[in-house]
């Protein structure tokens, strides 16, 4: 079993940065990939960002450009910096593990899930 735990989430203001860890523990995990998703309140969750064991990278067009997706191989720590925050991109945001290497962004095709860390943005 997986265990994700999310790190780093606080209060900032609008056009500021913010840096969130995921820290990935219990079965080794091989291959695979790593997703960043969000959930604003009565809002659905929705995808932000993913990447797979190639580094490869996928983005919602919501924050592409403004916020960046890492890791550390094999999975130890899974990274999204995030900069020119905006009102809009507060929400509780989820890190998410799968065992394949696809770039999903369909919270439904993600099995292992952390508890979530607040990201408030202030105008």
């Known amino acids: 079993q997986v265990q994700l735990a999310e790190f780093g989430g606080g209060s900032v203001q609008a056009g500021g940065s913010l840096k969130l860890s995921c820290r990935i523990s219990?079965?080794?995990?091989?291959?695979?990939?790593m997703g960043w998703f969000r959930q604003a309140p009565e809002k659905e969750r929705e995808f932000v960002a993913a990447?797979?064991?190639?580094?490869?990278?996928r983005y919602a067009d919501s924050v592409k450009g403004r916020f960046t997706i890492s890791s550390e191989n094999p999975w130890t720590e899974v990274y999204l910096q995030m900069s020119d925050l905006k009102p809009e991109d507060t929400a509780m945001y989820y890190c998410a593990g799968r065992s394949s290497g696809l770039l999903n962004d369909e919270a439904k095709f993600y099995d292992s899930w952390g508890q979530g860390t607040q990201v408030t943005v202030v105008s």
């Open positions: 219990g079965r080794p995990v091989s291959g695979g990939s």
């Open positions: 990447i797979n064991w190639r580094s490869m990278t």
